[in-house]
Each structure stands twice: as structure tokens, then as C-alpha cells.
């Protein structure tokens, strides 16, 4: 059973039942999933949680009711990988990594996906549908061909080709916008009212939608033996991710399910698009979009909706929000696939020298634990390591060649 009771408004707290609503009438503000968590008291324990399926769903009673079983792909239960070689690296004590590139698509995207359209199929939508920098189209286009809708996609024209072709390989309608995805999700917004079928897993169901980012946080507690870390490093493009997780955290705190004190959030932008970063250092309270120019496609959003509650749960932790450049992502990526077997899409490059520039300004502590989350897949974003990350040599098929060639590479690592 879920413990969701309905809708509620972020800024003035009135309530609506669980339908297809995503902004406040008196407001206009956003709404978000409200729950029961009194009632869920002593019934959603650490026991009921172990006993269910080793996906995201084990956390059912605390996510969106997805009607008679959810549309579920397998997401979840990602690995929390302890990273020893690459603490040694950034000289820190105990540094774990949230490897969500082993979701169904590759990405976080699919805990998402799976809850909006759980909660589009139980409210009777009939085409899945959304706004994408890449990962998300994706996952709609999987889970919606798992369950035998048609899908409705809606992308930059200039993504990465390796995401455009992951998305229209699911058999759905991909719209290639030219645009950046600010322009992608104003088409978006006017389409929802042309087409009241269509599930806009980001728009007319963004309150449902960003409920499946909570259950990193519950992972992350329970594979942690049902304790919280310190500190956690989370990407940054609308700002949902990091005020869900932060959400998550406080709903098994207020469950009496994990205890101690709540951690504290960090957040991860690329300097090409670091409109909330930028927000966070100036100690502005209003997100002024920018014009994204960096190859981190997928944290590229100008105008990010929850900017403002990124900054306010940021402060209110006493955290920081990096932000790097170029070159810092293609160097983490490479520095994380090196020390640890993780191969990263750009986000994660973000993520991990975001990490690495607050550990050297001393906003983060190198001796309590931290927790990054990997939140996409390195094969989603080929195109920007292809030229770099080839063969060492290419020689004749013969002994000399390869001693010669080996002679040569051990010079040059040991150089």
C-alpha cells in the first residue's frame, strides 16, 4: 500500500487529491506528493522494506500509489560502491559512490520513469510523453514500449548521438527541437494542453515524476546498514534530484528508520551551465537563467525549476555547489574510470570534480563520509572521449612491434 494522500502546494501548502495537476490554482506554485507518515509509523519498518523486490519498489509504501502494480523495468537497487582508490586520489577517509549507470537505461532516469508512469497509467493517460536533455527520453521511450504505448519524445536537435539513437531505437516519435531544452520545454508546456492523453512525465506529472529520486536516498541508507552519510554530492540540472534526495532522507528520519543527523547536500553544475551554482556564490536568492555552452548535455538546463529550493536546502545544510569546467569533466571521467571501473557519462565527470573543488576549498570534509552519485552511463556520451580515448599504438602483427610498442607506453606511464 502507499501512504500518499493526495497533492500539495510547495509555496502555500493547499492540498489536492492525486491526479493530474502540477501547479497550485491560487498560487500557481509547484505541487509535490503528500503522505500519511503518522500512519505509516511502526507499519513501513526497516523489516517490511527488506522484505520486498530488489528494485526501487521495495519502497513502495512511500512513493505515489502506481494503481495495480507499477510499470517497472527493474529499477533500482543500484550498487553503493566503496571508492578506496579514488579517496586515496582526492585524499579523503571514506568515500562511497551511488553507481546508478546500472539502471535498465543507464541512467537515474528510469526511478522516475517508473513512478510517473505508474501514477499516468493509473490515471488513465494513454501516450507517454516528455522533455529531454537525453537520459529521460530514453527511459520514457523503454518503459513506454515495455507496456505497449506509443511515445511521443522531445529533444535538442544537437544531443549526443549515441543518446538520440538509444531513444529512437524504442520505436517511438522523436522530436529533434532546434533549440536548447528550455526551448524544448516551452513547446512541452504548450503541447500538454493540446494533448490531454498524453502522460508529460515532466510536466502534467512532475509532481508523481520527481517522487523516484527519493529512493536514492533510501537505498543509500539501507545499503549503508540503515544510516545516513555525512555528506552527499548530487548533480545539478532542474534541482529535483537534490531536493528529493534531501526529502527521501527526511522521511526515514521522521519514520524513525535511520538516525543521527541529516546529511549535507552538495551540489554539482557545469560552469557552462551553472545558473544555481552561480545563485549559491553571488548569495542571491532569485536562479537568473543562462544560455547553456558545455558538454554536459545533461545537467544543461537554463532556467531550473527547483533552482530556488536547491539554494535553500543547500544553505539551510551548510553545503556548496561546485563548478567546472570542460576539461575538469573529461579529466574526472577518465580519473574515475581509472581508479574505480566506473565509466561516467559527462554528469558524472561533473559530480566528481565538483567533489574534488569543494574538497579543496574545505567545504567538504575529508574525514567524515561522503556519498557521489553517478548518475548516468560514459556509453550515453561517447562523442566527447572518442577522440581522446582510442589505442595506445597500432602496429604490425609481429613480436617486435608489440615489445617495441609496450617498451614505449611503459616510458611514457612512467614519465
Known sequence: MSFAIGLICRECGETYPSEARYSCDFCFGPLEVAYDLEAAKGVVTR???????????????????????P?????????????????????????????????????????????????????????????????????VAAHAAFIGWPSVTII?????????AMTAIFGGTVLGVEGNYDDV????????????????????????????????????????????????????????????????????????????????LYGAQATGCSPVATAFAEGADVVTPQRPNTIARSLAIGN????????????????????????????CIALLASTEGVFAET??????ASLRQMIRRGTIDPNESIVAIISGHGLKTLDVIADTATVTATISPSLAAAEDALRVSQLVAAS
Not at 156 to 164: F, H, N, T
Request: net charge negative.
Open 156 to 164: 535538442p536537435s544537437d544531443l549526443e548521438r549515441s543518446k538520440i
Open 185 to 264: 520545454n516551452r513547446l512541452c508546456v504548450e503541447l500538454v494542453a493540446e494533448h490531454p492523453d498524453w502522460a508529460f512525465a515532466n510536466v502534467n506529472l512532475r509532481p508523481y515524476y520527481a517522487e523516484g529520486s527519493k529512493t536514492l536516498a533510501f537505498e543509500i541508507a539501507e545499503q549503508l546498514g540503515w544510516r545516513a552519510p555525512r555528506q552527499v554530492v548530487v548533480p545539478i540540472a532542474s534541482g529535483s534530484q537534490l531536493t528529493k534526495v534531501a526529502k527521501g532522507f527526511n522521511q526515514l528520519f521522521e519514520l524513525g528508520l535511520i538516525e543521527g543527523d541529516a546529511p549535507i
Open 304 to 331: 531550473p525549476a527547483d533552482g530556488p529550493y536547491v539554494l535553500d536546502e543547500v544553505r539551510s545544510g551548510g553545503g556548496d555547489i561546485g563548478s567546472v569546467s570542460d576539461d575538469e569533466i573529461l579529466e
Open 347 to 352: 554528469a558524472g565527470g561533473v559530480t566528481i
Open 47 to 69: 523489516a517490511s522494506i527488506e522484505a520486498g523486490p530488489l528494485s526501487m519498489w521495495r519502497y513502495a509504501a512511500l512513493l505515489p500509489d502506481p494503481g495495480e502494480a
Open 71 to 139: 510499470v517497472d523495468l527493474g529499477a533500482g537497487w543500484t550498487p553503493l560502491r566503496r571508492a578506496t582508490r579514488l579517496a586515496e586520489v582526492l585524499g579523503v577517509k571514506e568515500l562511497w559512490l551511488k553507481d546508478d549507470t546500472r539502471n535498465p537505461t543507464g541512467s537515474f532516469k528510469d526511478r522516475v520513469v517508473s513512478v510517473a508512469l505508474s501514477s499516468a497509467r493509473r490515471l488513465g493517460f494513454t501516450t507517454a510523453a516528455c522533455a529531454s536533455t537525453g537520459n529521460l527520453a530514453t527511459s
